[in-house]
């Protein structure tokens, strides 16, 4: 069956990076692409961007653009999402999600929590 | 960007009433480029509705999807507990972006 794992995040300081992984089982990776979606506590849902797992392109939400890197190793089906600069605005579940247009599988969250 | 506006913020309704949730898209979307999600607390969003009006696999038929242009509906024609939870619109026809959101409350 098809799966998306992500890894453990925690707290972080203020200006600091996170990394994210989403290791994709039961189906074929390079298929379809990995998007990843956030959201704040007590809010909605807020789309962060996509990448082909095929060939590595990239599309950002322009209000990241500078401090996000989506990345894929196909190896290991695996995508990562790095997230720098860290402020209390980015204290959110994090989601990776199968697809770039409409997202079937999820995965199950990752909380980052940004504090000093 | 697109926005998605949803309607109303909270539906408190009682089991077997009829829900009507509403997305108004401020430009126009594609039909096939509007997809329903429900999540509930603690879990990753479900896809319900994708295409506006097609339901995903598995999804009870009482989950039913409509519009086009700017206006979208979600209705769930016979409310059970387990319905419980927060129902997001988005779309795909330029970029990508969510609704807020309708919480909806079974009393």
């Known amino acids: 069956q098809v799966q998306l794992m992500q890894s453990e995040a925690g707290v972080k300081k203020p200006g600091a990076s996170v990394n994210i992984s989403c290791k994709a089982s039961g189906y074929i990776f390079t298929d379809f692409g990995v998007t990843w979606v956030r959201q704040a506590p007590g809010q909605g849902l807020e789309w962060m961007g996509w990448i082909s797992t095929y060939n590595g392109n990239t599309n950002y939400a322009q209000k990241l653009h500078g401090r996000v890197t989506m990345t894929t190793d196909t190896s290991t089906n695996t995508a990562y999402m790095e997230l720098r600069m860290l402020t209390s605005d980015d204290t959110a579940m994090y989601y990776c999600a199968r697809g770039v247009s409409q997202f079937d599988y999820w995965g199950q969250g990752t909380v980052v929590t940004v504090s000093s | 960007e697109i926005v998605l506006t949803q309607s109303p913020g909270t539906l408190s309704l009682s089991p077997g009433e009829r829900a009507t949730l509403s997305c108004r898209a401020s430009?126009?979307?594609?039909?096939?480029?509007l997809v329903w999600y429900q999540q509930k607390p603690g879990q990753a969003p479900r896809v319900l509705i994708y295409?506006?009006?097609s339901r995903a696999t598995g999804v009870p038929d009482r989950f039913s999807g409509s519009g086009s242009g700017t206006d979208f509906t979600l209705t769930i024609s016979r409310l059970e507990p387990e319905d419980s939870g927060v129902y997001y619109c988005?779309?795909?026809?330029?970029?990508?972006?969510f609704g807020g959101g309708t919480k909806v409350e079974i009393k």
């Open positions: 295409g506006a009006s």
């Open positions: 988005q779309q795909y026809s330029r970029s990508v972006s």
């Open positions: 430009q126009s979307v594609s039909n096939t480029y």
